[in-house]
């Protein structure tokens, strides 16, 4: 069974930093597409940053000069680090991975269970 842990959430003042893992586990042969979205409360899903299926990096405006994705292929993981946080960056973190080869085949969309991210002023 293919999933996607994330870890390194937390409580942290305005101003800090934090710095998310995502590790795919299970039997996979690839991943396209790799990335992680928030949602805050009240909020939709919005994206954070990815690395496309092309492996170029998007970053939301909003991020753009504090956070930095980052990913090992041999691991099957991808990072968030997170400087110069904000209150409005409190939301629950999610791994995302666009496709991922398996045995039974490909599947798409796939997502972590979330990290909380509290940013306090």
């Known amino acids: 069974q293919v999933q996607l842990v994330e870890s390194g959430g937390g409580l942290v003042q305005a101003g800090g930093s934090l710095r998310l893992s995502c590790a795919a586990s299970g039997k996979i042969f690839g991943i396209n597409g790799m990335g992680w979205y928030r949602q805050a409360p009240g909020k939709q899903r919005e994206l954070v940053a990815q690395f496309t299926r092309g492996n170029e990096i998007r970053y939301a405006n909003s991020v753009k000069g504090r956070f930095t994705i980052a990913r090992d292929n041999a691991k099957n993981t991808v990072f968030l680090q997170m400087n110069s946080l904000k209150p409005g960056d409190t939301a629950v973190y999610y791994c995302?991975?666009?496709?991922?080869?398996?045995?039974?085949?490909?599947?798409?969309?796939?997502w972590g269970q979330g990290t909380q991210v509290t940013v306090s002023s």
């Open positions: 995302n991975a666009d496709s991922i080869a398996t045995m039974d085949g490909w599947v798409h969309d796939y």
